[in-house]
């Protein structure tokens, strides 16, 4: 137990340095954060939570279930609002911002990789990929065809692009939300157990890929996984007990 | 306003969902059917029953007021206020109801206002018609043929001979007369005016105007003929106008009451019940609408609601890659309005297809082969817009609940919730 406070005092350290040094290195930082749902019942999930993501960085949360890893990811992923404590994205507060604002910095900063792949159906391979960079207009969506295209060729799905999301397998389509998440060029993709609906060799295949993106693009990942075998992968491992990070 | 986004999203939608879409466009397709169909016919009966009394008669008369009439010795005598007698003294103590000056007033009243059409003088009298032991009361009008075929139509509907050019000693009169008659062009009648002037006539026009009164009563003569049968020398009985805006006759006639020596009536303080009865209709036909338009609108708005609750999983994605509230409101707007346009084209094109057959069928109106609509229609551009607008407009308001519903999903819960 005092260890785990002791790991709490050297974090919140590093997360102070980092703001003074004017947090250039971060990718995201949270800080003092606590989430307290109120809806029926009161219960606090997340306790004074500190952390900071570095750019580049391929962070893993593991923890157990109900311990407040998709909490915390929806929090940094500016979906959730914290009970307490400050959101810094692109150097801006996202506590202070409307919804519409947060939704354009979630939009142009961040990349989203859920458990199911959620494509939808009207739309082809292609479209699925390019799709935040539609909701920015007709002129992103152009500039950035090529490289979208050229990510799904990478994925091994070049010859798939005009394909139904419904025409693909299960790890197809989770990498198709792989490069969707790449699409606006993020500083940050977050991965909320990404490969939980897989079986474990597109599971593997599917976090492998993510490695690989995470080192050839540059993108700071942070995946929430069950597996100790792929968070042995990451660059850092964060493990929340109860709402805490240890 | 509707970007990339939300219109493809809403394109998308549409054409993933076609049942869905199919089912939306028929609603609206089938009301505004009805509206043009219905606003057709309303209109159509009413145009009918409003040329049933305003076909055969001028829209605004012309006459010398009427007065009753007083005993010469009961007027006051005395003071500075007694009266001057004037006016030509006829039997039953009444004024014979003439216009002496009407060629100064025709010529004003055709500059009076730009809503005068047709203006045209006319001596109405009644009279006996007779041919070998046969007789009638009939009603004689005499007109400038020309002139008083703008004001009511007769030329067109002849059925042999002529009005146009009629001579002096020739009359044009209805197919019934001159069935009842058994007269054909070129007879002679007999003509006693309620003056006691006899004029033999030669029957120059048959005509078929559809209204019995004037089919079945009325003799057109010559002006100077008509001022002979009734010993008005050059005088008139009564100036008919006709007018572009028919419902403004009222107002117009006030208006020159106070600008003449003479009375003038319009055909609406005549038909005054008629045109209550028809301001019913109206309203009701509107209520009608109204109820129709208003229940598509429910329609689009449920059928939109079950489009975004069977969305609602791609909704919260959207949003949570980063579509705002905005995009998500215009997507589901637009595929609404989009629907209702749809909707409102076809059923246009129903309703117009409809009302245009169902005015093919006539059936005849009278022994001389004259025919006449069975459903009277009046297919006006401004209906069509009307119900295009309407449909269209009620689609866009239809659509806002369920796009604020979309707009309103919160990613958070369709993440945990799968
Ligand atoms: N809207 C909510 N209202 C109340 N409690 C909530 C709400 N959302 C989450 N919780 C609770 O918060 C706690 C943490 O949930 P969270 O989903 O963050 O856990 P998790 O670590 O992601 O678990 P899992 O590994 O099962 O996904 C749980 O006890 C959950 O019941
Ligand atoms: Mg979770």
């Known amino acids: 137990m005092s260890g785990g406070m002791d790991g709490m005092d050297t974090m919140d350290e590093m997360d102070a340095r980092a703001a003074v040094a004017g947090d250039d290195d971060a990718a995201t930082q949270v800080f003092d954060i606590d989430k307290i749902f109120t809806d029926g019942i009161t219960t606090q999930v997340l306790f004074d939570v500190n952390l900071t993501v570095r750019k580049g960085e391929f962070l893993a949360i593991i923890g157990a279930s109900g311990s407040g890893k998709t909490t915390l990811l929806n929090i940094i992923g500016l979906l959730d609002k914290p009970t307490r404590g400050r959101v810094m994205l692109s150097g801006r507060d996202a506590a202070a911002l409307s919804e519409d604002e947060r939704a354009r910095m979630r939009r142009d900063y961040l990349g989203f990789i859920f458990q199911f792949h959620y494509l939808s159906p009207e739309f082809n391979v292609l479209e699925n990929a390019l799709m935040p960079c539609r909701l920015r207009g007709r002129a992103a969506e152009r500039e950035n065809t090529d490289r979208v295209q050229g990510l799904l060729e990478r994925v091994g799905l070049g010859d798939r692009l005009r394909n139904r999301p419904s025409q693909l397998s299960g790890g197809q389509q989770q990498r198709v939300a792989i490069v969707r998440a790449l699409a606006n060029d993020p500083m940050l993709v977050l991965a909320d157990e990404p490969t939980g609906n897989l079986d474990s060799k597109s599971g593997r295949g599917v976090f492998d890929l993510m490695r690989e993106l995470n080192q050839a693009t540059g993108k700071a990942f942070v995946i929430v996984t069950h597996d100790e075998m792929f968070a042995k992968e990451a660059d850092r491992v964060v493990h929340i007990v109860d709402g805490r990070i240890e | ?418």
């Open chain 2, 1 to 418: 306003m509707i970007d990339r986004f939300s219109r493809s999203v809403a394109l998308r939608n549409l054409g993933f969902n076609l049942g869905q879409s199919a089912l939306t466009v028929g609603v609206v397709a089938i009301s505004v059917t009805l509206v043009i169909f219905l606003g057709a016919l309303i209109g159509g009966l009413q145009r009918r029953l409003i040329s049933s009394v305003t076909g055969s008669v001028p829209h605004v008369v012309v006459r010398q007021a009427e007065r009753d009439p007083v005993a010469a010795w009961d007027l006051p005598r005395t003071g500075p206020d007694a009266p001057i007698v004037v006016g030509e003294e006829v039997k039953l103590q009444q004024r014979k109801m003439k216009i002496e000056d009407w060629a100064v007033w025709t010529s004003r009243l055709r500059d009076f206002d730009p809503d005068i059409l047709a203006v045209s003088p006319v001596v109405e009298g009644q009279a006996i018609l007779a041919r070998g032991e046969k007789r009638q009361s009939i009603s004689v009008t005499g007109v400038t043929p020309e002139l008083h075929n703008k004001v009511v139509e007769i030329e067109d509907k002849l059925v042999s001979g002529r009005f146009f050019g009629l001579n002096g000693g020739e009359a044009a009169i209805g197919f019934k007369l001159a069935e009842e008659f058994a007269v054909r062009l070129g007879d002679k009648v007999r003509i006693t005016s309620s003056e006691g002037t006899v004029g033999d006539y030669t029957v120059a026009g048959i005509f078929d105007t559809g209204f019995a009164a004037v089919d079945g009563r009325t003799v057109f003569v010559t002006l100077r003929d008509a001022q002979s049968l009734f010993q008005l020398g050059g005088a008139v009985t009564s100036i008919g106008l006709k007018l572009r805006t028919i419902f403004e006759a009222d107002t117009l006639a006030a208006r020159l009451m106070t600008q003449m020596p003479y009375e003038a009536e319009s055909w609406m303080e005549q038909n005054q019940t008629l045109l209550s009865g028809l301001r019913a209709q109206s309203q009701s036909s509107n209520l009608i609408i109204g109820f129709t338009v208003v229940a598509s609108g429910f329609g689009i708005a449920a059928i939109l609601i079950m489009a975004v609750v069977s969305k609602l999983r791609e909704i919260g994605i959207y949003k949570a890659i980063g579509a705002t509230r905005r995009q998500i409101l215009a997507t589901f707007t637009f595929q609404g309005t989009l629907l209702a346009l749809v909707g409102s084209l076809v059923g246009t094109a129903l309703g117009v297809g409809l009302t245009l057959g169902l005015m093919q069928v006539r059936m005849a109106a009278s022994s001389t082969g004259r025919t006449v609509e069975v459903f009277p229609m009046m297919l006006t551009g401004g209906l069509i817009a009307t119900a295009i607008g309407m449909a269209t407009g009620v689609g866009f308001l239809a659509s806002l609940y369920p796009a604020w519903r979309a707009a309103r999903v919160d990613p958070i819960e369709v993440i945990r919730g799968a």
